[in-house]
């Protein structure tokens, strides 16, 4: 059987092989995954999930039935470890092999391990599949302390979760401000607030020297100044790895991720990558991104489908991303890199603001806090390459929508 192949059933994969299909692909298709569990949602495992609203099943995108419908053909719980580009053939963890005439790559990305003494000691965690997840939700059952190490999106959430399920929680982060890669200061400055508001302590311009454990269960953090946080549990959230190990391997241009071009194809005709794993050249970033995003992942997958089956339209998205923590619901569009002004529109107090950035007069990213309305507008307003005035973003009376009839 070859047909397209595809490694990863997440957004990217699932989204590849559905649009492929949907476009004509006649071809058998095989998305092979190392998880065993059907397709499932990732951004609840750090947010509702650990707070036990939604269970694992409520998790799953799409069952057999479905797949079975489009004749795609599941393989789960087995890993892809090498590429053959020669053979076109793709061998698995048990050494069967499956080849291929078209090969996907939506392998996603790891967390980023943590190398210091004591690492590997109970009671650390990661969090990315549902089977991290299962793991940190019995863990934090049983934890008092808890201490989170890296002040990002998915160390705050879960700072956030541990926080309302009456943890005492300390967050750890090496920078001198929260999200600082992301977001401006004033949205890490309202962040900080939020979660000094909730209890949760904050160490900023910190870093972990080694962690203490009893019985090779972890017991403390020792930070970079010497000091030491008791933990009874510890979440390490200090940023993603593409996974393109397979892709580099077989000599595929890989740089921070497999390298694409809008179409998700690599230089090497008939083989594709979407998702986390992949590296672009993005028109509204003016710049190579790796995103990690669950619109990255499947919009990515949709172009990168519709070539699989000859139909072609290129991705050009305006990068978006949500995060929600506590009552604080952040939306973003864009990405601020190197912005050169900010205008502030709304109230940073009430927690109902959005933060407008520009580079050279053009309106590049808009982060929204509980206003989803005007991140609507602004998606419209960068896709469109409209850029408002900072005095008109500023102004509350200034009707954004006018601007993109
Ligand atoms: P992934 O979802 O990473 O899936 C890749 C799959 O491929 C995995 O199942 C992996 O095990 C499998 N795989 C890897 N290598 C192999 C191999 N060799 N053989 C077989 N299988 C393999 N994004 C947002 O936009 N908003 C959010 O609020 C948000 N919250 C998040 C919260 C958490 C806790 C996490 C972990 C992520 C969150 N994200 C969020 C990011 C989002 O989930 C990812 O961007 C998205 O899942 C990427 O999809 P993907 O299909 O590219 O890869």
């Given at each position: 059987m070859t047909g397209l192949v595809i490694i990863g059933a997440s957004y990217a994969g699932v989204q590849a092989a559905l649009t492929a299909r949907e476009a004509g692909y006649s071809q058998p298709i095989t998305i092979v995954c190392d998880?065993?569990?059907?397709p499932y949602q990732r951004p609840p495992l750090s947010k509702d999930f650990l707070l036990g609203r939604i269970s694992e099943q409520n998790?799953?995108?799409?069952d057999e039935t479905f797949f079975e419908g489009k004749q795609i053909n599941l393989v789960l719980g087995e890993r892809a470890t090498l590429l053959d580009l020669r053979a076109r053939q793709i061998t698995l963890a048990g050494n069967n092999a499956l080849k291929f005439e078209k090969l996907l790559f939506a392998t996603g990305s790891r967390a980023r391990r943590i190398a210091v003494e004591?690492?590997?000691?109970?009671?650390i965690f990661y969090l990315r599949s549902v089977t991290d997840a299962i793991d940190l939700k019995a863990g934090l059952a049983n934890a008092a302390e808890i201490v989170i190490v890296g002040g990002g999106f998915i160390g705050l959430e879960v700072a956030a979760s541990a926080a309302k399920l009456g943890k005492k929680v300390t967050v750890v982060e090496?920078?001198?401000?929260?999200l600082e890669r992301a977001v401006s200061s004033v949205l890490s400055t309202f962040l900080l607030d939020t979660h000094l508001r909730a209890g949760v302590d904050v160490m900023l311009d910190e870093t972990v020297a080694s962690f203490k454990g009893n019985d090779r269960k972890v017991s403390a953090v020792v930070l970079g100044n010497g000091a030491v946080v008791h933990a009874d549990l510890v979440l390490v959230g200090i940023g993603g790895v593409a996974n393109d190990e397979i892709a580099r391997s077989a000599g595929l241009r890989c740089t921070n991720g497999i390298v694409v071009d809008?179409?998700?194809?690599?230089?090497?005709?008939d083989i594709f990558a979407a998702g986390d794993c992949a590296n672009h050249f993005n028109r509204f970033c003016e710049s190579w991104v790796r995103l990690e995003s669950v619109q990255n992942a499947q919009d990515q997958a949709k172009a990168a489908g519709l070539a699989i089956a000859g139909a072609r339209a290129p991705y050009e998205n305006v990068p978006r991303f949500w995060s929600d923590q506590y009552d604080v619901k952040l939306q973003i569009v864009g990405l601020a890199g190197r912005y050169d002004r900010q205008a502030v529109r709304g109230s940073v107090d009430d927690g109902r603001f959005s933060v407008f950035y520009y580079r050279q007069g053009r309106l590049v990213a808009v982060d929204s806090v509980n206003r989803p309305g005007e991140q609507m507008a602004a998606r419209r307003l960068i896709a469109a390459g409209i850029s408002p005035a900072p005095e008109q973003a500023a102004?509350?009376?200034?009707?954004?929508?006018s601007l993109v009839t």
């Open positions: 998880e065993e569990w059907l998790l799953i995108l799409r004591g690492a590997d000691f109970d009671g090496a920078s001198s401000r929260l809008a179409h998700g194809q690599c230089e090497t005709s102004d509350p009376s200034f009707d954004l929508k």
